[in-house]
């Protein structure tokens, strides 16, 4: 049915479309009789994509044409339509496309050939700020699920024509929009080629998890838990990122967007750094960086000083517990981590109004009868409550998972050999991010491998003069 030419008359085109689109089947899939110059003529598209009061201007303005004779589709749209974005469009996939992502198709007696009208109104929330990409100054919009919308914000800061939006479609069935968001001169063509080829090459039904099903088909972790992407909500941070040569993969229906390239310590900024002054950014940036290492070793380092109190000072003795209780101490670090994963799972699903105080009362509650049954130490319940607020400290959830399997992996290593299960479980983590691919095989490791010192620097410390930098552009 697909890839062939425009049926030749009206009655031929006029029946294609009722069976391509199924106009008796779906309720919402509406063909709009007119008659236009004394033409018959047919509207179609999707109840719910189209205003009523867009839809009631454009019968109303076709109405009134008075043009009787004969004459093309390219004709008809330069004299008659008064729309904005209108085209001629010969292929019939294109046209049946076009009215299911919610154009207008106008098909008539007058003229040859199908009219696509631009008249698309998806229904979208407001560009308020996101819940977990806040900043404590800046703007306060955010992308929404509507792509048109979410372009149009990163255009709203960039005002230069070579800002290029390229729109792919991805799917055999879903034929989601996606969009390729990139400055010319500055990102990387070689890299811009690679991820074409790559998107190109995507053979799927439908990506029915939008952004999260793009990322899968374009890079097959299996259990390599660390992050291959950066995810922001923000305009100004994608902004920021284009600027700097990056790349971004904009998916129709997702309220964020994917910056590319990526690398491990690009995690390691915020939009905070830069509303601060650079003293004050690059002490929160430190912070950061600091506060990641101490949520991955803090609790197997503590372990392995519990199993050998001897190489303790006599200073830090008190880090010992006395009473471990019935349960071995690794078990019940790995039943804290589960615990506090099923709190978080558990106030997803419990109403606005009720989550926040179930959640700290039923964390302080179950932390205080497990100390009081015996079950946990209390050095536990509050070691863990600290890792499990520090793990914040950083935005990316994605990052913050993969820390977290880490550090049990490293416990239970502990558990097994001892210094050298947590020696091992290093070498074995750093081979792991060393070897890490990435969309376009760029390093996960830069700027430290290939070494690169000026962006090193910066992507440590905020200097007084950097301005916004999300990650320096880097070659393939």
């Known amino acids: 049915m697909m890839n062939q030419q425009t049926p030749q008359t009206f009655s031929q085109l006029h029946r294609y479309l009722d069976q391509a689109l199924r106009v008796e089947n779906s309720f919402d899939m509406l063909a709009r009789p007119l008659e236009?110059?004394?033409?018959?003529?047919?509207?179609?598209?999707?109840?719910?994509?189209?205003?009523?009061?867009?839809?009631?201007?454009?019968?109303?303005?076709?109405?009134?044409?008075?043009?009787?004779?004969?004459?093309?589709?390219?004709?008809?749209?330069?004299?008659?339509?008064?729309?904005i974005d209108a085209?001629?469009?010969?292929?019939?996939?294109?046209?049946?496309?076009?009215?299911?992502?919610?154009?207008?198709?106008?098909?008539?007696?007058?003229?040859?050939?199908?009219?696509?009208?631009?008249?698309?109104?998806?229904?979208?929330?407001?560009?308020?700020?996101p819940d977990d990409d806040r900043a404590l100054r800046g703007s306060r919009d955010s992308f929404v699920e509507t792509i048109i919308c979410n372009t149009a914000l990163i255009r709203r800061r960039i005002r230069d024509p070579k800002l290029t939006m390229e729109a792919l479609q991805i799917g055999k069935t879903s034929r989601?929009?996606?969009?390729?968001?990139?400055?010319?001169?500055?990102?990387?063509?070689?890299?811009?080629?690679?991820?074409?080829?790559?998107?190109?090459?995507?053979?799927?039904?439908?990506?029915?998890?939008?952004?999260?099903?793009?990322?899968?088909?374009?890079?097959?972790?299996?259990?390599?838990?660390?992050?291959?992407?950066?995810?922001?909500?923000?305009?100004?941070?994608?902004?920021?990122?284009v600027l700097e040569g990056s790349v971004l993969v904009l998916v129709d229906t997702s309220p964020a967007v994917m910056i590319l390239p990526v690398s491990f310590f690009q995690?390691?900024?915020?939009?905070?750094?830069?509303?601060?002054p650079p003293v004050v950014g690059s002490y929160l940036r430190l912070v950061r960086l600091s506060t990641v290492f101490v949520t991955l070793f803090f609790t197997p380092l503590w372990?392995?000083?519990?199993?050998?109190?001897?190489?303790?000072?006599?200073?830090?003795?008190?880090?010992?517990?006395?009473?471990?209780?019935?349960?071995?101490?690794?078990?019940?670090?790995l039943l804290v981590e589960v615990v506090l994963d099923s709190l978080k799972l558990a106030s997803l699903n419990t109403p606005n109004s009720l989550s926040q105080s179930l959640s700290v009362i039923?964390?302080?509650i179950l932390g205080d009868f497990a100390i009081q049954v015996g079950w946990m130490t209390p050095e536990i319940v509050l070691y863990m409550a600290f890792v499990s607020i520090a793990n914040f400290?950083?935005?990316?959830?994605?990052?913050?998972?993969?820390?977290?399997?880490?550090?049990?992996?490293?416990?239970?290593?502990?558990?097994?050999?001892?210094?050298?299960?947590?020696?091992?479980?290093?070498?074995?983590?750093?081979?792991?991010?060393?070897?890490?691919?990435?969309?376009?095989?760029?390093?996960?490791?830069?700027?430290?491998?290939?070494?690169?010192?000026?962006?090193?620097?910066?992507?440590?410390?905020?200097l007084p003069d950097d301005r916004p930098r999300f990650g320096k552009r880097q070659k393939p």
């Open 36 to 83: 236009i110059a004394g033409n018959r003529a047919m509207l179609y598209y999707i109840n719910g994509f189209i205003r009523s009061e867009i839809m009631e201007e454009v019968i109303s303005f076709l109405l009134r044409v008075q043009q009787s004779e004969k004459t093309t589709a390219a004709e008809f749209i330069r004299c008659q339509i008064s729309n």
């Open 87 to 129: 085209q001629q469009e010969p292929d019939m996939e294109k046209i049946v496309t076009g009215v299911l992502s919610g154009k207008l198709c106008l098909i008539s007696e007058q003229f040859s050939g199908a009219i696509l009208i631009e008249a698309r109104s998806y229904p979208a929330r407001g560009v308020q700020e």
């Open 176 to 241: 989601t929009d996606v969009v390729l968001c990139y400055i010319e001169g500055r990102a990387d063509s070689k890299y811009l080629q690679k991820l074409r080829g790559q998107l190109s090459q995507i053979d799927t039904d439908a990506l029915t998890l939008g952004q999260q099903s793009l990322a899968e088909r374009l890079v097959h972790s299996g259990f390599n838990p660390f992050p291959r992407f950066r995810y922001t909500e923000r305009p100004d941070t994608a902004a920021a990122s």
């Open 267 to 276: 995690y390691s900024q915020d939009v905070n750094d830069f509303y601060f």
């Open 303 to 333: 372990y392995l000083l519990t199993r050998h109190p001897e190489w303790l000072p006599s200073s830090l003795a008190f880090i010992n517990p006395e009473d471990t209780g019935p349960i071995p101490l690794f078990l019940q670090i």
């Open 362 to 364: 039923g964390g302080l």
């Open 393 to 462: 400290a950083q935005p990316s959830y994605e990052l913050g998972y993969a820390l977290k399997l880490w550090r049990m992996l490293l416990v239970i290593l502990v558990a097994v050999a001892d210094i050298w299960g947590l020696i091992g479980g290093i070498i074995w983590m750093a081979v792991t991010v060393a070897t890490t691919k990435t969309v376009g095989q760029t390093s996960y490791l830069y700027p430290l491998i290939p070494f690169n010192g000026r962006a090193m620097l910066r992507l440590l410390l905020r």
